[in-house]
């Protein structure tokens, strides 16, 4: 079964078990899928799919920030609460090691020994970061600090 199914199933078991922020979340989450569906015009993969999950959590997480700069700590916390749910359709996350695994073989793979060249690196080490759940941002500091090194 692909991501779109589950999150279609997971919607309807969440609408017979009356989960308010579940079903919310879910609905959201089709509608963007659908949205991206209707931008490329064809049935999406899990691949693009995992892609719209991922912008999705990037976008919680600025609200996150936003709301706690404004003092907003109750929506802060709902925003979380969102992410949480989100990340469950999310691959598991890249951990540290395998992050500074896939950097130095990009570094090898490249050959890049200065900061202004950072961006071969990163489009080598996200590669080789396929299919995990990788930070970009963390990603990137993990980068800069091995180059400025």
Excluded: C, W
């Amino acid at each position: 079964m692909g991501l779109t199914e589950q999150i279609e199933k997971d919607l309807t078991a969440a609408m017979k078990a009356r989960e308010e922020l579940r079903l919310s979340v879910l609905r959201m989450t089709k509608a963007a899928l659908k949205n991206k569906q209707i931008e490329l015009g064809k049935p999406l993969d899990d691949a693009q799919a995992t892609a719209v999950l991922r912008t999705l959590v990037k976008q919680h997480h600025d609200s996150v920030e936003q709301f706690r700069k404004g003092g907003r700590e109750d929506l802060a916390t709902k925003e979380e609460q969102e992410i949480k749910i989100l990340e469950t359709y999310l691959p598991a996350a890249a951990s540290d090691a395998e992050i500074d695994a896939a950097i130095a073989a990009a570094l090898a793979e490249t050959g890049v020994a200065s900061a202004k060249e950072m961006g071969k690196v990163m489009k080598a080490a996200m590669a080789k970061l396929e299919g995990k759940n990788a930070d970009g941002k963390r990603v990137s500091e993990k980068v800069r600090a091995k180059l400025s090194a």
